[in-house]
Antibody, heavy 122, light 111 residues
Framework: QITLKESGPTQVKPTQTLTLTCTFS??????????VGWIRQPPGKALEWLAL???????RYSPSLKSRLTITKDTSKDQVVLTMTNVDPVDTATYYC??????????????WGQGTMVTVSS | QSVLTQPPSVSGAPGQRVTISCTGS?????????VQWYQQLPGKAPKVLIS???NRPSGVPDRFSGSKSGTSASLAISGLQAEDEADYYC???????????FGGGTKLTVL
């Protein structure tokens, strides 16, 4: 059974750096064609793709947030970490860890974590 | 503003059929990238409803169907049930943005 679980702070202050960890099980990120990414959803709003990292360390970022995001993986710990710098109240959202079916651009994000709500407020 | 455009809301009575549209452009749906549809029940994470434009994952009832034509796609739900009340999102890939993109979401109300 494949599972993903997000962890991190529930609240951060504006201008701070947000660090979220996705701990997964049921697969290895050293397996060819696999990747893990992040999608967020502000309260009452739409889904927004943020970043994705593949088994070969290829990294993809949302162009609108690229300057503020860093995604890394620790294969030995089965974890993927997303850092977002200089957060703002508009970054308040539920952050989901996701796994696409494969490395094809046409594949869905077929495994989702439960999500973690992050509030940016002073 | 979302790259893919969906109606904010649709509604239908139990047993009826509804459709949800998803309009893109020549850099995403029109560029032959597949469309996926997700269902998000209240307070839950989204789940895949339709992949590859029209394929239903195991466990998804055949009341749900997807299609794609040109720069648009549609999700059809027939035999509406109260449990179908949820938010629905379309998603594709955009080559000009080099990013996966979502629609703004459509709230389905079962009257």
């Amino acid at each position: 059974q494949i599972t993903l679980k997000e962890s991190g702070p529930t609240q951060v202050k504006p201008t701070q750096t947000l660090t979220l960890t996705c701990t997964f099980s049921g697969f290895s990120l050293s397996t060819s064609r696999l990747g893990v990414g992040w999608i967020r959803q502000p309260p009452g709003k739409a889904l927004e793709w943020l970043a994705l990292i593949y088994w070969d360390d290829d990294k993809r970022y949302s162009p609108s947030l690229k300057s503020r995001l860093t995604i890394t993986k620790d294969t030995s710990k089965d974890q993927v970490v997303l850092t977002m710098t200089n957060v703002d109240p508009v970054d308040t959202a539920t952050y989901y860890c996701v796994r696409p079916f494969s490395s094809s651009l046409n594949d869905p994000f077929d495994i989702w974590g439960q999500g973690t709500m992050v509030t940016v407020s002073s | 503003q979302s790259v893919l455009t969906q109606p904010p809301s649709v509604s239908g009575a139990p047993g009826q059929r509804v459709t949800i549209s998803c309009t893109g452009s020549s850099s995403n749906i029109g560029a032959a990238y597949d469309v996926q549809w997700y269902q998000q029940l209240p307070g839950k994470a989204p789940k895949v409803l339709i992949s590859g434009n029209s394929n239903r994952p195991s466990g998804v009832p055949d009341r749900f169907s997807g299609s794609k034509s040109g720069t648009s796609a549609s999700l059809a739900i027939s035999g509406l049930q109260a449990e179908d009340e949820a938010d629905y999102y379309c998603q594709s890939y955009d080559f000009s943005l080099s990013a996966w993109v979502f629609g703004g979401g459509t709230k389905l109300t079962v009257l």
